[in-house]
C-alpha cells in the first residue's frame, strides 16, 4: 500500500514537469513556423521579374530629308528586370538595343537612307526608372520616370570602303567623326519616361501595352533641339 502511495504521488508531482515540457516545445514549435511563414512572406514580397520589351518606336530627325532620312522607324529590343515584383514603388533596369543608319553632314550625324549610309550604328539605350504601381484585381497600371544613357557606335556600313567620299573628305573619316559627334558632348543624356498596363496572365506571367518617351537632355543643352528622341510602342512580357 505504501509503495503503490509513493508512485501515485511521485506521478502527480512530475506530471506538471511533463505537461510543462510539451507546452514550451509547441511554443517553440508554433515560433519557428511564424519564423518560417514571415521568411517565407518576405522573400516573396521582395523577388524580381524578368522583363522582356518589343517597342517598335519612331527616332527624330529634326533636319532636313533633302540631306538625311525622315525620322526612322526603329525596332528596340529590351530585357531587364524589375524589383520589388509586387510593391508600390521599385526598379525598373533595361537595355534597349537597335540599329541604324548614319551619314554625317555639316559636323551632325544623322539618320540615312541605305543607298546614302556611310555607318551602320549599333545603340544601346540603358534605361534605369523609378517605378510606381497601381494595383488591381487581375492587372496593374506602371508609371516610370528615370535616367537613361544612349551609347551608340558607328562602324563602316557594309559595302562602304574607308577612300569612299564623305562629307570631311572620306568615308573612314566620316565614321570617326560621326562617333565623335555622339561622345564627345553629353548627347548621349536622356531622360526617360512610360507607362504600361499588365495583366496577369497566369500568377507567374503578366503581359500588356508599353509606351516609353527617351528625351535627349544632353542634346538639347548643346544642339538646342530634340535630334535623337525616342518615342515607343510595344508589348512588355513579365515573368
Not at 506521478?11 to 515540457?21: A, D, E, R, V
Not at 521582395?46 to 525622315?70: C, K, R
Not at 526603329?74 to 515584383?85: A, C, L, R
Amino acid at each position: 500500500m505504501k509503495k503503490l502511495f509513493l508512485i501515485f504521488a511521485t506521478f502527480f508531482f512530475l506530471m506538471p514537469l511533463f505537461c510543462q515540457g510539451e507546452d514550451i516545445e509547441a511554443a517553440e514549435s508554433e515560433e519557428f513556423l511564424t519564423e518560417s511563414s514571415d521568411e517565407e512572406t518576405s522573400k516573396a514580397h521582395y523577388t524580381a521579374d524578368f522583363i522582356l520589351q518589343f517597342e517598335p518606336g519612331v527616332y527624330i530627325n529634326t533636319e532636313s530629308v533633302l540631306v538625311s532620312a525622315p525620322s526612322p522607324i526603329v525596332y528596340p529590343i529590351s530585357v531587364g528586370f524589375i524589383w520589388p515584383n509586387s510593391t508600390v514603388l521599385s526598379v525598373q533596369p533595361t537595355i534597349s538595343f537597335f540599329m541604324m543608319q548614319h551619314l554625317y553632314y555639316e559636323d551632325r550625324a544623322l539618320p540615312a537612307e541605305i543607298e546614302n549610309r556611310t555607318s551602320t550604328t549599333l545603340s544601346f539605350l540603358l534605361n534605369i526608372p523609378a517605378v510606381y504601381s497601381i494595383f488591381l484585381e487581375k492587372s496593374r497600371f506602371q508609371i516610370t520616370a528615370g535616367l537613361g544613357i544612349f551609347m551608340r557606335f558607328g562602324i563602316r556600313a557594309h559595302g562602304v570602303k574607308d577612300s569612299d567620299s564623305g562629307w570631311s573628305g572620306s568615308a573612314g573619316e566620316d565614321v570617326s567623326l560621326i562617333n565623335d559627334y555622339f561622345w564627345k558632348q553629353p548627347r548621349w543624356f536622356y531622360l526617360t519616361a512610360g507607362g504600361s498596363w499588365l495583366y496577369d496572365l497566369t500568377p507567374q506571367l503578366r503581359a500588356g501595352p508599353v509606351i516609353n518617351i527617351s528625351i535627349p537632355v544632353g542634346g538639347l543643352i548643346v544642339d538646342h533641339d530634340v535630334q535623337g528622341m525616342l518615342i515607343s510602342l510595344g508589348i512588355k512580357i513579365c515573368r
